[in-house]
């Protein structure tokens, strides 16, 4: 009977062994997972302030966008004022000297 005592002693020794063994690794697991999460953690909040980074660079550019465009149109329509102006300069001039020409013809120069 001492044997049999003793068997499972060796027995519950073994098995104590190996749980702490299996113990000893989840521990070793868990403190990398914890690790991990950690640089997760930091991975996070500078993704955050990176997509907040971009968001402003993004209001910016579609600002400045915005500003280029009302210029150009600006540009655009000072230009066209311009050339209606030199057209109207041209027609009166036209129109000046077709009437220069007929007074010229009938005689009230």
Do not use: C, P
């Not at 062994?17 to 953690?41: C, F, G, V, W």
């Not at 910016?60 to 540009?75: F, G, R, S, V, Y």
């Not at 000046?96 to 120069?109: D, E, F």
């Amino acid at each position: 009977m001492d044997e049999k005592y003793i068997e499972k002693i060796v027995s519950n020794e073994q098995s104590a062994k190996s749980a702490h063994k299996r113990i000893d690794d989840a521990e070793a697991r868990i403190d990398e997972l914890e690790k991990t999460y950690a640089i997760m953690q930091k991975m996070d909040f500078r993704i955050g302030r990176m997509e907040d980074s971009v968001e402003k660079i993004n209001t910016k550019l579609d600002n400045n966008l915005q500003e280029i465009i009302a210029t150009k149109h600006q540009n655009a329509n000072e230009k066209g004022k311009k050339w209606d102006k030199l057209i109207d300069y041209l027609f009166y001039a036209f129109v000046g000297a077709v009437m220069a020409l007929v007074l010229s013809k009938i005689g009230l120069s």
